[in-house]
């Protein structure tokens, strides 16, 4: 059984496909889950401050959305809003770090599942995450990925 189980959180289909992945799975007394969501900062810093405060709003309406859904399955979890630190930094990182901090032994995320030339651009933070993982990872998609080709 996990005991320490980080979910991967950006507001798309797929990780909330991982939220219910999660509830799925329960959790015993004892299990620590952790909702994430991180913001590429590089990308806000263009922007004007009143939009990345938007965003931001809307990332923590993602997290507190989530802790209530697995607070009433009565799963205790806590949230974290994290942020790339340079410009050089990936979201996958900033899910590596959070992992370690807590020991955590599943990571939990969606995918949207781009192939070709879509992945090649675009990167993939699943991906990413996978190489350098050091625990399991559960990866989720969509209803509507489920059985498309990539």
Same mark, same amino acid.
């Not at 959180?9 to 496909?17: I, W």
């Not at 952790?34 to 990308?43: I, K």
């Not at 340079?86 to 959070?98: F, G, W």
């Given at each position: 059984?996990?005991?320490?189980?980080?979910? =991967? /959180?950006?507001?798309? #289909?797929?990780?909330?496909? =991982?939220? #219910?992945?999660? *509830?799925?799975? +329960?959790?015993?007394?004892?299990?620590?889950?952790? /909702?994430?969501?991180? &913001?590429?900062?590089?990308? *806000?810093? @263009?922007?004007?401050?009143?939009? !990345? @405060?938007?965003?931001?709003?809307?990332?923590?309406?993602?997290?507190?959305?989530?802790?209530?859904?697995?607070?009433?399955?009565?799963?205790?979890?806590? @949230? #974290? &809003?994290?942020?790339?630190?340079?410009?050089?930094?990936?979201?996958?990182?900033?899910?590596?770090?959070?992992?370690?901090?807590?020991?955590?032994? &599943?990571?939990?995320? +969606?995918? !949207?599942?781009? +192939?070709? *030339?879509?992945?090649?651009?675009?990167?993939?933070?699943? #991906?990413?995450? /996978? !190489?350098?993982?050091?625990?399991?990872?559960?990866?989720?998609?969509?209803? @509507?990925?489920?059985? =498309?080709?990539?």
């Amino acid at each position: 059984m996990y005991r320490h189980i980080l979910v =991967a /959180l950006d507001g798309s #289909e797929s990780s909330q496909r =991982a939220l #219910e992945e999660v *509830l799925c799975l +329960g959790a015993s007394p004892g299990t620590r889950v952790r /909702l994430v969501h991180v &913001l590429e900062a590089s990308a *806000l810093a @263009s922007y004007p401050v009143n939009y !990345r @405060s938007q965003v931001r709003d809307a990332a923590r309406r993602v997290l507190d959305a989530a802790q209530e859904r697995l607070r009433a399955a009565g799963i205790e979890c806590e @949230s #974290e &809003l994290d942020e790339t630190r340079t410009p050089d930094d990936s979201i996958a990182d900033a899910l590596q770090r959070s992992a370690q901090r807590m020991d955590a032994d &599943l990571v939990v995320m +969606g995918t !949207r599942g781009r +192939g070709g *030339l879509p992945r090649l651009v675009l990167g993939s933070v699943a #991906e990413a995450f /996978l !190489r350098h993982s050091t625990c399991a990872v559960l990866l989720t998609r969509s209803a @509507s990925q489920r059985g =498309a080709s990539t």
